[in-house]
Nanobody, 124 residues
Framework: QVQLVESGGGLVQAGGSLRLSCAASGRAVSSNTMGWFRQAPGNEREFVAA????????YYADSVKGRFTISRENAKNTVYLQMNSLKPEDTALYYC?????????????????WGQGTQVTVSS
């Protein structure tokens, strides 16, 4: 059974930090790409960051560049999203996603597996 399990969300004040984790199991373990997306109420799900698991190449949305860092720990089949200098507009449900292929990391359709999401709330 394919599983992506996110953890690490919570409530933080503006300027604070959180680290999200996503542990993969089942077929998701062999994914070539893992990423993070987020969705705020009334908004579409949007790309945040992604990493190619074999090369370590990373990608970021312009809105989080310089503040968020995605990393991987292949031995644990886990990816992390370190979020610093958080802003109220970062408030959203954050989803982990995994893709078997090498298509554009920005597209939702690239990803084969999705987690249930973890809530991040940033207060002003």
């Amino acid at each position: 059974q394919v599983q992506l399990v996110e953890s690490g969300g919570g409530l933080v004040q503006a300027g604070g930090s959180l680290r999200l984790s996503c542990a993969a199991s089942g077929r998701a373990v062999s994914s070539n790409t893992m990423g993070w997306f987020r969705q705020a109420p009334g908004n579409e799900r949007e790309f945040v960051a992604a990493v190619r698991m074999k090369t370590g190449t990373t990608y970021y949305a312009d809105s989080v560049k310089g503040r968020f860092t995605i990393s991987r720990e292949n031995a644990k089949n886990t990816v992390y999203l370190q979020m610093n200098s958080l802003k109220p507009e970062d408030t959203a449900l954050y989803y982990c996603a995994a893709a078997q292929g090498w298509n554009s990391v920005l597209r939702l359709g690239t990803y084969d597996y999705w987690g249930q999401g973890t809530q991040v709330t940033v207060s002003s």
